[in-house]
């Protein structure tokens, strides 16, 4: 018998070893079950454990997190919980189930079931497959691993893109992923539900979130191409189409990215997903994002970068363009923005002056502060008010354009300002 859990990392283990001694004191039958099985075996890593109990999930996870010492949080009409062991690492549990969908595209009505009839309602059988905590032996009804080894993409039933269009969106994930091929059967009934118009059934905040999965791939132009080509954009671009250039936009942002995430170590991680949802509405007019944005459900600071990015795109540029610019007109063009809406010019516009300037607003600068401060003022007999921030204002473009440099320098500015108002 092959031990499948015995080159986890022992973080993981460990949690696992106690997830079985549970399970055999309260007599209940444990399953890892998933992504999780099918990483394992493919020897990808993956930290997110899902344990299907034959039993009261619910009831687990409450004993589990309390043996653990862990936060939970349960979903009583979905028989789930999840135990949170540190802020990186949970683990899902969940009782057996099986389900039907009162119709396509809505949400299944799940009742209790065995662990056959819960592996039955996943998505892929790549993805149905369990281990059994007792003696690590792999559960697999449907050929999963068959799957694995051949690198396809199988659905587990005819209707299963019917019951759940969001299904396609994964289909296309999981292949860009691991270099996959949906099979032929799976790829016709995939190709049926998009044309019989399906994903437009899918409530818009499902879909946004299955979009946002697919943006946060590795590849995230592979699987915006490969969604292209299969099932057209027309569950978030409408009726406009994506021109071929946006293509060449899509591979400068993935420059763009690595460039900053090498260069830029110590600053905070990019939201990169949304750089590429840039690239993907650059097609549309503001009004038209705007819409999305509503309908989607994204949120407020989403929606504010992505219109940033397109207002700031005619006078911002031009002047950005120019040989000579004034640093401290640099740093108010840019400071507003985030590194998000920074990126995205980056990659749209290719002009060598506007590259270096970003390039030098980024190393320079952003987040340039002045030394002195309110206190400062108070000594040099100036009363609080609006003028603070007047000065304050000066003294930095002065810093900005090289003029001042240290603490003192900055004072003998503020006295010099001071002696002009007198």
Request: aromatic content about 10%.
């Amino acid at each position: 018998m092959r031990k499948y859990l015995q080159n986890i990392p022992e973080e993981l283990k460990n949690l696992i070893e106690k997830v079985r001694y549970i399970s055999a004191k309260e007599n209940l039958k444990a399953y890892l079950v998933g992504g999780f099985v099918r990483d394992l075996i493919l020897g990808v890593k993956n930290l997110d454990l899902d344990i299907v109990i034959e039993g009261d999930g619910i009831k687990f996870a409450g004993i589990a997190a309390k043996s653990l010492g862990a936060k939970i949080t349960a979903h009583g009409q979905f028989g789930t919980a999840s135990v949170f062991i540190k802020p990186n690492l949970k683990i899902d549990f969940s009782s057996a189930r099986k389900e039907y969908y009162p119709g396509s595209a809505h949400l299944p009505v799940v009742s209790p079931g065995s662990l056959r009839e819960d592996l039955f309602r996943r998505d892929f059988t790549i993805n149905a497959m369990a281990i059994n905590l007792a003696d690590e032996k792999l559960v697999d009804y449907f050929e999963g691993q068959t799957d694995l080894k051949h690198k396809v993409i199988r659905i587990l039933h005819d209707v299963s893109f019917i019951d759940d269009p969001t299904r396609i969106l994964r289909a296309v994930r999981f292949e860009q992923r691991y270099g996959f091929k949906i099979e032929p059967k799976t790829l016709s009934l995939l190709r049926e539900t998009v044309e019989n118009g399906l994903l437009e059934k899918v409530h818009p905040h499902r879909m946004r979130d299955e979009l946002m999965l697919a943006l946060k791939e590795d590849n995230p132009n592979k699987q915006i191409r490969r969604l292209d080509r299969l099932t057209g954009l027309n569950f978030i671009l409408a009726k406009a189409a994506m021109p071929a250039g946006s293509y060449l936009f899509l591979k400068a942002i993935d420059k763009e990215i690595s460039w900053f995430n090498k260069t830029y170590l110590r600053r905070r991680p990019l939201d990169s997903w949304l750089i590429y949802l840039i690239g993907l509405l650059d097609v549309l007019g503001i009004g038209a994002i705007k819409n999305i944005c509503a309908k989607f459900g994204f949120r407020k600071g989403e929606e504010k970068r992505l219109l940033t990015y397109k207002r700031f795109q005619s006078q911002g540029i031009r002047e950005l363009s120019k040989a000579g610019i004034n640093p401290a007109r640099i740093y108010a063009l840019l400071e507003p923005l985030s590194y998000e809406t920074i990126i995205a010019l980056r990659a749209r516009y290719r002009n060598p002056v506007f590259r270096r300037n970003v390039a030098d607003f980024l190393e320079v600068y952003n987040g340039m502060r002045i030394f002195v401060g309110g206190q400062d003022l108070r000594r040099l007999g100036v009363l609080p008010g609006p003028r603070y921030q007047k000065i304050f204002a000066q003294v930095l473009d002065a810093k900005l354009n090289g003029r001042v440099k240290t603490r003192e320098e900055e004072l003998i500015l503020i006295k010099q300002l001071l002696k002009k108002r007198s």
